[in-house]
């Protein structure tokens, strides 16, 4: 019996070995492989004798290739294939059809496009036998693989690149700075494809690279950032060990040497000499120095300080951070005529500090100054004076004396002022030329304890130099006020006390202000000292108690008593004053709690107190008022505004909202008003538009002095103005005429008998209702001339 399955297997397993042998006569790879592929035909020809009616190869291979040109992958064969028989082989699967084809006569299977692992490494397809004339099938379909060997047709690649990297200078051989990577798309497990060799192209002598770990390291001692900064290294990796026909890929690494503290701080020169005026103001820089470093950042940084010199108290170093220079600066006044010169010895020292270095990071260097004479101002010869003065001292007593002098070697003149500013009420005043100040108006210590003001010194040759000094004087007291109650007593006193008993205890105050302190004495005045009913205690504590002896106060009786008390100090000379404690007599419980201290609680028997009586009171005189005036007013108001005379009757025209109803309508209108034109102060509101042709008023007086042309005009003005008020149609008679106008009467009555002339047409032009009226007037004359 034969193994069919193990005869595949040995079948496949010598076509590998046949290529390998193939290969290694330095035969072409596409030669080899076609040999395989026959040799696996024929074995796969004898196997499908021994079991089946026709064969293929379970798996193809076939190498990865670019084209054009078809190649043949394999043959297929079936015992059915005899001639006699018309069958036809049919492939399907990956890429059938389009990648691979097969010939439906022979079996023959090619590739008939790029064939590429790194896309697509094998390929799954199905193979059938049917018949050629009604394509039914011959033979049940098989599955088979086509797989895609790999050749050597990608270079390696640095993905990652390119590269940046950093190691601290000085860095010791061997130091690893970085790694780099490269990738290859080829197959890593056939053959040599993949496996990758590193070494430098460029970069030597300064680094190295391992081969095979990509591992970049430091080749040369000593490296220094102040001499090179910057490295620019080439890497190549060759694919196929490194082997001649390999691959190869580049990639570059910027290597970046930081910096490490191992330079030290250095003066560009040893001795640095300055000039300083001596007014220069504390604080104030005076000069630079600079030491500078080759170190960079934080290495870079220097301390300044002064490690010797004379009077090193009068100047101090700063280190400026921007700039790292050394700013000499003024720590107390300078003065040329005490000290012309100073010499410093000043250090820079780097604040970090490598102590694998073992060199001195620091330097030192010289610093000569030389102090400029200045005009200066006056000095006082105190900043601040304190001087005294009694509150009652007079006008013109001597404060106290300010001195200052000019520090110069020319010693000009000081002449002395009063700042303004801090003596608005020009209480002092200072004598120029010996700084004298004297009172200028009297103090009072009660209103102000403490005068500051400001005194400036003037040199007489130069203006400019002004000095300034504050005084503080302070107002000495005087026993010049008299005590007084510290506040405004008023005591209540039960009705029901007992004699002995503390009415209110009282206490005085007192402006003045004595070193010895307050002492008050308290007594009643001399008519009071053999008062019956009150007495005083002393406390001892510049207090007293006001005492009741006897227990017979009533209320009806005297209802407020008055205690006038007499305070004196203890002052030189003693002041006094008599203070007057009110006494209330109150009606108290038994536990001696106030709780009325008026009469009226004896009259009101139903409790009301005297307050709410009043407000009752008031209430009621409120409604009275009220009443009295509503009547007055009505009164008034029933009463004509002018007393009705026959002699004294004005005409006045009177509008209203009313359409008139002829001469007989003497309803529509208020005939007081027409007695008294002054009295209309109302406004009516107007419906339409204005007429555009008007009248001139004409004169008229009326009597009593009342100017009804005055009147008129003001009513025909608003009349006139007002557009939303409309033309009234009708005119109101009246059966009165005013006197003394001399411009006739103003009524209508005798219009038909008079003689005017008067042309009424323009009547019609104001719409239809004075159309009318105009039409009434225009016939009134047509019976006149008839």
Same mark, same amino acid.
């Given at each position: 019996?034969?193994?069919?399955?193990?005869?595949?297997?040995?079948? $496949?397993?010598?076509?590998? =070995?046949?290529?390998?042998?193939?290969?290694?006569?330095?035969?072409?790879?596409?030669?080899?492989?076609?040999?395989?592929? +026959?040799?696996?035909?024929?074995?796969?020809?004898?196997?499908?004798?021994? #079991?089946?009616?026709?064969?293929?190869?379970?798996?193809?291979?076939?190498?990865?290739?670019?084209?054009?040109?078809?190649?043949?992958?394999?043959?297929?064969?079936?015992?059915?294939?005899?001639?006699?028989?018309?069958?036809?082989? $049919?492939?399907?699967? /990956?890429?059938?059809?389009?990648?691979?084809?097969?010939?439906?006569?022979?079996?023959?299977?090619?590739?008939?496009?790029?064939?590429?692992?790194?896309?697509?490494?094998?390929?799954?397809?199905?193979?059938?036998?049917?018949?050629?004339?009604?394509?039914?099938?011959?033979?049940?379909?098989?599955?088979?693989?086509?797989? $895609?060997?790999?050749?050597?047709?990608?270079?390696?690649?640095?993905?990652?690149?390119?590269?940046?990297?950093?190691?601290?200078?000085?860095?010791?051989?061997?130091?690893?700075?970085?790694?780099?990577?490269?990738?290859?798309?080829? %197959?890593?497990?056939?053959?040599?494809?993949?496996?990758?060799?590193?070494?430098?192209?460029?970069?030597?002598?300064?680094?190295?690279?391992?081969?095979?770990?990509?591992? *970049?390291?430091?080749?040369?001692?000593?490296?220094? +950032?102040?001499?090179?900064?910057?490295?620019?290294?080439?890497?190549?990796?060759?694919?196929?060990?490194?082997?001649?026909?390999?691959?190869?890929?580049?990639?570059?690494?910027?290597?970046?040497?930081?910096?490490?503290?191992?330079?030290?701080?250095?003066?560009?020169?040893?001795?640095?000499?300055?000039?300083?005026?001596?007014?220069?103001?504390?604080?104030?820089?005076?000069?630079?120095?600079?030491?500078?470093?080759?170190?960079?950042?934080?290495?870079?940084?220097?301390?300044?300080?002064?490690?010797?010199?004379?009077?090193?108290?009068?100047?101090?170093?700063?280190?400026?951070?921007?700039?790292?220079?050394?700013?000499?600066?003024?720590?107390?006044?300078?003065?040329?005529?005490?000290?012309?010169?100073?010499?410093? #010895?000043?250090?820079?020292?780097?604040?970090?500090?490598?102590?694998?270095?073992?060199?001195?990071?620091?330097?030192?260097?010289?610093?000569?100054? &030389?102090?400029?004479?200045?005009?200066?101002?006056?000095?006082?010869?105190?900043?601040?004076?304190?001087?005294?003065?009694?509150?009652?001292? !007079?006008?013109?007593?001597?404060?106290?004396?300010?001195?200052? +002098? %000019?520090?110069?070697?020319?010693?000009?003149?000081?002449?002395?002022?009063?700042?303004?500013?801090?003596?608005?009420?020009?209480?002092?005043?200072?004598?120029? %030329?010996?700084?004298?100040?004297?009172?200028? #108006?009297?103090?009072?210590?009660?209103?102000?304890?403490?005068?500051?003001?400001?005194?400036?010194?003037? /040199?007489?040759?130069?203006?400019?130099?002004?000095?300034?000094?504050?005084?503080?004087?302070?107002?000495?007291?005087?026993?010049?006020?008299?005590?007084?109650?510290?506040?405004?007593?008023?005591?209540?006193?039960?009705?029901?006390?007992?004699?002995?008993?503390?009415?209110?205890?009282?206490?005085?105050?007192?402006?003045?202000?004595? *070193?010895?302190?307050?002492?008050?004495?308290?007594?009643?005045?001399?008519?009071?000292?053999?008062?019956?009913?009150?007495? *005083?205690?002393?406390?001892?504590?510049?207090?007293?108690? $006001?005492? &009741?002896?006897?227990?017979?106060?009533?209320?009806?009786?005297?209802?407020?008593?008055?205690?006038?008390?007499?305070? @004196?100090?203890?002052?030189?000379?003693?002041?006094?004053?008599?203070?007057?404690?009110?006494?209330?007599?109150?009606?108290?419980?038994?536990?001696?709690?106030?709780?009325?201290?008026?009469?009226?609680?004896?009259?009101?028997?139903?409790?009301?107190?005297?307050?709410? =009586?009043?407000?009752?009171? &008031?209430?009621?005189?409120?409604?009275?008022?009220?009443?009295?005036?509503?009547?007055?007013?009505?009164?008034? #108001?029933?009463?004509?505004? *002018?007393?009705?005379?026959?002699?004294?009757? +004005?005409?006045?025209?009177?509008?209203?909202?009313?359409?008139?109803?002829?001469?007989?309508?003497?309803?529509?209108?208020?005939?007081?008003?027409?007695?008294?034109?002054?009295?209309?102060?109302?406004?009516? !509101?107007?419906?339409?538009?204005?007429?555009?042709?008007?009248?001139?008023?004409?004169?008229?007086?009326?009597?009593?002095?009342?100017?009804?042309?005055?009147?008129?005009?003001?009513?025909?003005?608003?009349?006139?103005?007002?557009? @939303?008020?409309?033309?009234?149609?009708?005119?109101?008679?009246?059966?009165?005429?005013?006197?003394?106008?001399? &411009?006739?009467?103003?009524?209508?009555?005798?219009?038909?008998?008079?003689?005017?002339?008067?042309?009424?047409?323009?009547?019609?032009?104001?719409?239809?209702?004075?159309?009318?009226?105009?039409?009434?007037?225009?016939?009134?004359?047509?019976?006149?001339?008839?």
């Amino acid at each position: 019996s034969i193994d069919y399955h193990q005869l595949n297997i040995v079948i $496949v397993c010598m076509s590998w =070995l046949l290529k390998y042998r193939v290969t290694s006569q330095s035969k072409s790879l596409q030669t080899g492989s076609t040999a395989l592929l +026959r040799g696996l035909v024929e074995g796969q020809r004898i196997l499908s004798r021994a #079991k089946r009616g026709w064969v293929w190869n379970q798996m193809f291979v076939l190498e990865e290739f670019s084209g054009p040109d078809p190649i043949l992958v394999g043959r297929l064969h079936t015992d059915l294939d005899v001639g006699s028989t018309p069958i036809k082989y $049919v492939l399907a699967g /990956e890429g059938a059809g389009t990648i691979f084809a097969i010939n439906e006569i022979t079996g023959d299977i090619h590739a008939m496009k790029r064939l590429d692992r790194e896309e697509k490494a094998e390929y799954t397809l199905t193979a059938q036998v049917t018949n050629r004339d009604t394509d039914q099938p011959l033979e049940p379909p098989s599955e088979f693989i086509i797989k $895609v060997q790999d050749i050597n047709d990608n270079p390696p690649q640095f993905v990652e690149g390119p590269y940046r990297a950093s190691v601290p200078e000085t860095s010791q051989v061997g130091t690893s700075v970085t790694r780099v990577t490269a990738t290859d798309a080829d %197959d890593p497990v056939y053959g040599n494809s993949a496996k990758l060799v590193y070494s430098i192209l460029e970069g030597q002598p300064y680094f190295s690279i391992d081969p095979n770990t990509a591992i *970049i390291k430091i080749a040369l001692h000593g490296m220094d +950032r102040e001499m090179r900064e910057e490295y620019l290294v080439v890497i190549q990796a060759k694919d196929m060990g490194g082997h001649m026909g390999g691959l190869s890929g580049t990639t570059t690494v910027t290597v970046t040497l930081t910096d490490v503290n191992d330079n030290p701080p250095k003066f560009s020169k040893s001795l640095y000499e300055f000039v300083i005026p001596e007014d220069l103001a504390i604080g104030q820089p005076g000069g630079k120095v600079k030491a500078n470093d080759r170190d960079i950042g934080e290495n870079a940084k220097s301390t300044y300080n002064i490690i010797d010199g004379d009077e090193r108290d009068v100047f101090e170093i700063t280190t400026d951070a921007q700039t790292q220079e050394g700013i000499l600066r003024l720590k107390k006044p300078l003065n040329f005529e005490t000290k012309k010169s100073y010499t410093l #010895k000043v250090e820079a020292a780097n604040i970090r500090f490598d102590p694998n270095s073992g060199a001195p990071f620091k330097d030192t260097a010289t610093v000569k100054i &030389a102090v400029e004479d200045s005009d200066e101002p006056p000095v006082f010869s105190k900043p601040t004076f304190v001087l005294q003065v009694d509150e009652n001292a !007079p006008i013109n007593t001597v404060v106290g004396t300010v001195t200052a +002098r %000019d520090p110069d070697v020319t010693g000009s003149l000081v002449r002395y002022f009063i700042d303004r500013h801090t003596d608005l009420e020009r209480q002092f005043n200072v004598n120029v %030329d010996d700084g004298k100040i004297t009172l200028a #108006k009297p103090l009072d210590r009660e209103t102000d304890m403490w005068h500051n003001i400001t005194v400036t010194a003037t /040199e007489i040759r130069n203006h400019s130099q002004i000095s300034r000094a504050t005084v503080a004087i302070r107002v000495l007291d005087i026993n010049d006020n008299a005590p007084e109650f510290a506040t405004e007593y008023e005591a209540f006193l039960c009705e029901n006390g007992k004699p002995g008993q503390v009415i209110q205890t009282v206490s005085a105050v007192d402006k003045d202000d004595p *070193i010895q302190g307050h002492y008050f004495e308290y007594r009643l005045i001399p008519e009071m000292l053999n008062n019956p009913n009150f007495t *005083i205690k002393n406390n001892g504590d510049n207090s007293i108690s $006001v005492l &009741a002896k006897h227990d017979t106060f009533r209320r009806q009786k005297q209802e407020m008593y008055f205690l006038p008390i007499i305070v @004196t100090d203890n002052g030189n000379p003693p002041m006094s004053s008599t203070n007057t404690l009110t006494i209330r007599v109150c009606g108290c419980s038994r536990e001696g709690i106030v709780q009325s201290c008026n009469v009226e609680a004896y009259v009101l028997p139903i409790g009301l107190s005297m307050g709410a =009586l009043i407000a009752i009171l &008031a209430c009621i005189i409120l409604l009275l008022v009220i009443v009295v005036l509503f009547v007055t007013l009505r009164r008034h #108001k029933n009463k004509p505004l *002018i007393i009705k005379d026959d002699e004294d009757v +004005r005409e006045n025209i009177i509008r209203y909202d009313d359409e008139g109803g002829g001469e007989e309508d003497t309803e529509a209108f208020d005939i007081a008003t027409l007695q008294n034109p002054d009295g209309i102060n109302g406004y009516l !509101p107007r419906k339409d538009i204005k007429p555009d042709l008007q009248f001139m008023p004409r004169q008229s007086s009326g009597p009593n002095g009342v100017d009804v042309d005055e009147f008129i005009n003001v009513r025909l003005h608003e009349a006139d103005n007002d557009p @939303t008020a409309p033309p009234y149609d009708s005119i109101q008679i009246y059966g009165y005429e005013g006197r003394g106008s001399i &411009a006739g009467s103003l009524s209508s009555l005798e219009t038909a008998s008079s003689d005017s002339d008067q042309n009424y047409d323009y009547l019609r032009e104001w719409g239809p209702r004075f159309r009318r009226l105009g039409e009434l007037y225009s016939v009134g004359e047509s019976d006149k001339e008839t």
